[in-house]
Structures are given as C-alpha cells and as structure tokens.
DNA sequence: AATTATTTATTGACAAATAAATCAAAATAA
DNA sequence: TTATTTTGATTTATTTGTCAATAAATAATT
C-alpha cells in the first residue's frame, strides 16, 4: 500500500464522517438552516477543517446529494438485474427503499425531501444522474409491456413517475410518523400494499 | 364602505402583491436562497416597505404558506361535495391541479417543492392544515370502500398518499419539463392516465 | 373650497446580527 | 526534519431589521 493510497484513504473517511454529520444537520434544519459550525460541532471536528477538506459549503452540499444518489441508484440498478418477474423487480425496489428509510432515517429524509428536487439540486449535472433511476425503471416497464404483462394503454411515463412520487410520499409519512409503523410487520404490510395497489393497477385484467 | 374597510382592503392588496413577488422569487431561488431584497425588487417596492407590511422575513415565509394551502384544500374540499362517483371526483381533483400547474406554474412550484414537505413547513400549525387535505381524500376513499365500489383489503392511507405523491411526482416532471407537455390535449392525456391507473388499481375487478 | 393638521405609506441608508471563508499557529504523523 | 492535519480567533461578506426623513393621503378647521 503506498502512501499516496493510504492518504487519499484517510481522506476518504474524514470527508466521508464530514458529510456523515452534515447530513444529519440538513435532516434537522433542511437546506436553509444548515450552517459549517453546526456540521464541525456534530462531527466533533473544528470549523476550520470542513474547510480542509471541502473548498467551500456549496462543496459539501454537492458531496451529499452525490453521495446520497448513489445509493439510490444502485438499489434500482441492482433490482433491474437480479429478479425475474416484474412484481419481483418492483418489490425489491420497493422493499430495498423502505427498508433503507428504517435503517436510515436522517439519510433517507434528505434523500426524500431535499436532494430530489430542490433548485440548487436540479442545476447540476446530478439531476441527469437522478433521471436515470426514473429511466432505468421505465425501461423495465416497457419491456414487460413488450411481453404484453402490461396493458397496451399503459403511459409507462406516468406509471414511472407515479411509482416514485406514491413511493416518495409513504415513506416520508412513515420518517414523518403520520403513518405509524413502528413494527416490523407493519411496515411489512405497507411496502405489500403499496406494490400491489400499484402493480394491480398495471396488470392487464386475466 | 367605511374607512377602516377601505384602509384594510389597500393593506390586502399590498400584501398580495409582496406575497406574490415572494412566491417568484421562492420558485426561482428556494427557501434557502430568499432574500427580503429581492423580493422588495421583484414587487417593484423599496426594501423597508416590506417591513411595513410584514413583521419579517417569516412573516412573508408564513403568508405564502397559507396562501398555497388555502388554494390546495378549496380545490379537495369542493370535489368531495360536488361530484357523485369516485372517478368524478378523484377526475376533477385531478383536473384541477393540473390546470393550476399550467396557468400559475410559480404557484405550483412552491406548493409542490417547498410548502408540502420542508421542516420549517411542518414545525408550524400549518401542517395540520394540510394534512387536512389528505384526511379528506381519505374519507371520500372509505365512504367509497363501504358501497364495496373498493377492494375491502385496500389501505386507504397508503391509496391517499399514492395519490398525491403521485400527482405530485408527475406535475413536477411537467414544471420542470423532464415530461413534455405543451398542447392542451397532451395535458389532458396525462391527466386521464393518471386517473386511469390509480382508479384501476383501486376498483375491484367486475 | 382652501388651508392646515394628522395620519399613513414609502424610501433607502445604516446598524446589528449572522455566517462564510481565511490564516497563522499548534499538534500530529511521516 | 518535513509535511500534513487540526484548531479557533479574526476577517470578510452577506443579509436582516431599524429608523429617521419624505411623500401621499385623509381628516379637521376656517
């Protein structure tokens, strides 16, 4: 291992406790409010050295919205190898995003409320990032429309965006605690009622 | 018409206008980056003026607030008087926001971005207020699932936030134009798409 | 109806507050 | 010994909120 490689590391994990703690603070006091002081204090690191390993705030900003894209990202990608069925493809999305909303919920709120589409967000370049998860799933869907599992009159552009704004919605009552879900059966329940309200609506009538 | 009433109406009209200039200046530049100047810019009035009218910069915050919601609940509440069958009502729900998302796209955009899900939004009484709005859906949804017009095993809750996540979801991508939609008939397609989809993962099969 | 007084609206410069970014010095690691 | 990391006080920048002065509108007085 050599040194250069053992510094970007290092670097690599302070950046990455960095943004840790700064997504915690944009969770509490959302993209108005969130202040370089407050991401130091909850990092336990002084102000000064945000500023080492980030040129500015607008830096950190964009390391979040990178960083929680990503992960986004994957879960789709992943899903539209894996499984077979379409109820499969969409249930492990579906389950992968609440799941992730249990685990972490600071992360999955600023995923939700702030990355998606805030302004400053939509004009980078991220937000191509960000429409390729919309892409990579309706592409899903015409390919089982092709295989005639979807009704012909299906707009599988509105179906896209109907899946992750209904999706966007449920989980953000569920952080919000407007729907209660505290048990792990419960949210089980939610996740197989959300997907089957929406693949049923899909599905061709046999 | 007395005076007082005559004093009251200007201070209104004033205030209108100030709330008016803040929702372009909000749908340009986010919650985080309104400036009391440039709204006093964009209203075409001098920066103190502003303090005439408003208390401060959370007062302006506020007021559009309840402006936004105030449009947002009237449009639920009359479809749930008015119209007979759910589709009729959902429909001119429907019918409704979309419409207002081409004439006052500024409108909508501070409605759909900023107002529905931002912290500072929901730490105030306002969120109750808005809630309301899905209470209400929800109530329509239920009377409909005891005429057994729903499926008996649909969670209502999870239905009403498909429906506004979803709406949500799909006007964005119109305002934002990620879905193209310029011609009144496209408009039109996309809506009844919508409501084809939802309602028929709603309804039970006949 | 004309004049004066009083209230209200409007302005923009300025003070106060807040937060970003810098930087020299200290601590730590190589 | 040198390079890198870390600190936090200081500086710089930005933005809110205040205020005294002016303009306009309304009311009172002759």
């Not at 204090?41 to 960083?67: P, R, T």
């Not at 389950?95 to 004009?123: D, Q, S």
């Not at 919000?176 to 009538?205: D, R, V």
């Given at each position: 291992?050599?040194?250069?490689?053992?510094?970007?590391?290092?670097t690599d994990k302070m950046q990455?406790?960095?943004?840790?703690?700064?997504?915690?603070?944009?969770?509490?006091?959302?993209?108005?409010?969130?202040?370089?002081?407050?991401?130091?204090?909850?990092?336990?690191?002084?102000?000064?050295?945000?500023?080492?390993?980030?040129?500015?705030?607008?830096?950190?900003?964009?390391?979040?919205?990178?960083?929680?894209?990503?992960?986004?990202?994957?879960?789709?990608?992943?899903?539209?190898?894996?499984?077979?069925?379409?109820?499969?493809?969409?249930?492990?999305?579906?389950?992968?995003?609440?799941?992730?909303?249990?685990?972490?919920?600071?992360?999955?709120?600023?995923?939700?409320?702030?990355?998606?589409?805030?302004?400053?967000?939509?004009?980078?370049?991220?937000?191509?990032?960000?429409?390729?998860?919309?892409?990579?799933?309706?592409?899903?869907?015409?390919?089982?429309?092709?295989?005639?599992?979807?009704?012909?009159?299906?707009?599988?552009?509105?179906?896209?965006?109907?899946?992750?704004?209904?999706?966007e919605m449920i989980l953000t009552?569920?952080?919000?605690?407007?729907?209660?879900?505290?048990?792990?059966?419960?949210?089980?329940?939610?996740?197989?009622?959300?997907?089957?309200?929406?693949?049923?609506?899909?599905?061709?009538?046999?």
């Open positions: 291992m050599s040194k250069i490689y053992v510094k970007k590391e290092k990455d406790l960095i943004i840790k703690a700064a997504i915690k603070v944009y969770a509490a006091k959302g993209m108005h409010g969130i202040r370089i002081a407050d991401i130091a204090k909850e990092a336990q690191v002084s102000y000064g050295l945000v500023y080492h390993y980030f040129k500015n705030k607008e830096d950190v900003l964009n390391a979040i919205f990178s960083k929680s894209i990503n992960i986004f990202l994957r879960a789709i990608e992943n899903a539209s190898v894996q499984d077979k069925t379409l109820k499969e493809k969409l249930g492990s999305i579906t389950t992968f995003l609440f799941n992730a909303c249990r685990e972490f919920p600071e992360f999955m709120y600023v995923i939700m409320f702030e990355v998606i589409w805030t302004p400053k967000f939509l004009e980078t370049r991220n937000f191509v990032t960000f429409t390729r998860a919309f892409t990579i799933f309706e592409k899903i869907l015409i390919e089982y429309q092709k295989k005639g599992e979807l009704k012909g009159d299906i707009n599988t552009t509105v179906s896209t965006y109907m899946f992750f704004g209904g999706l009552g569920i952080v919000l605690k407007a729907i209660p879900a505290e048990k792990h059966e419960t949210f089980h329940n939610l996740s197989s009622n959300f997907i089957n309200q929406y693949i049923n609506g899909l599905t061709a009538a046999r």
